[in-house]
């Protein structure tokens, strides 16, 4: 059984996903051992607690510095024996230590199809403001591996979500989690646990 360590900062509806794909049985040859949330009192936090997994806050805030706050999580990480690391919500960059640390352990999902709407300063409703303001009419959800620059890592899966008529951000955000984000997480989290991820030439295959 793998150990999966989940970060987030917020609401935690990916966490949910991910816990209640546990509890359908659907996360073969893992399980989620632990929740670290960046923020105090961010509510993926009830949602661990009342899934019985221990949780911890390394708060951002309360760092002085970056370097401090990536140390933190780092030893966190590895005090958790995390053999996968999922970034559920997470809105902060980890640091390169961490990264090369981890390296092809860590994954993010992020709320547009890559290399759309991606990088710094694109997270959470942000996203879905963008792809409105574009205009596109297809947008979706990658979950994909985590390397030193933002969203920029090999691609695991992905799932396109319509943008219809009349959408706000917060409409459209609401449709890309519960027909993409929800089902391609869990389902990632499932193949990396059953070791049916490979990276071969920079870009990850899936083994199916
Ligand atoms: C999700 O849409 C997630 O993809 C996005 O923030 C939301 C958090 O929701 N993450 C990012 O933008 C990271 N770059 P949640 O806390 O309810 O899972």
């Known amino acids: 059984m793998l150990n999966v360590v989940v970060l987030v900062s917020g609401g935690g509806t990916n966490l949910q996903a991910l816990i209640d794909a546990q509890n359908r ?14 923020k105090p009192g961010a509510y993926a936090l ?7 997994i221990p949780w911890e806050v390394i708060d951002r805030k309360a760092c002085g510095s970056r370097e401090e706050f990536d140390q933190k999580i780092l030893e966190a990480l590895q005090r958790a024996k995390a053999d996968l690391v999922v970034l559920a919500g997470f809105m902060l960059i980890l640091g390169e230590k961490v990264i090369k640390a981890f390296e ?25 403001e963008a792809a409105l303001s574009y205009g596109v009419k297809l947008t979706g959800a990658t979950v994909h591996f985590v390397n030193e620059q933002a969203d920029a890592g ?13 959408d706000t951000p917060e409409i459209l955000q609401k449709r ?14 499932s193949l990396f646990c059953q070791g049916k991820i490979e990276i071969q030439d920079g870009k990850a295959v899936v083994l199916e």
């Open 154 to 166: 090999a691609i695991i899966l992905q799932k396109a979500v319509e943008v219809k008529n009349g």
């Open 104 to 128: 092809n352990k860590i994954i993010n999902v992020h709320p547009a199809l890559i290399p759309s709407f991606c990088g710094e300063g694109f997270y959470g409703l942000r996203v879905h």
């Open 46 to 52: 009830t949602r661990a607690e009342n899934a019985g």
């Open 176 to 189: 890309v989690m519960e027909q993409a984000e929800w089902k391609i997480l869990p389902k990632a989290v």
């Open 25 to 38: 049985g659907e996360i073969t040859g893992g399980k989620i051992t632990r929740v670290i949330s960046s």
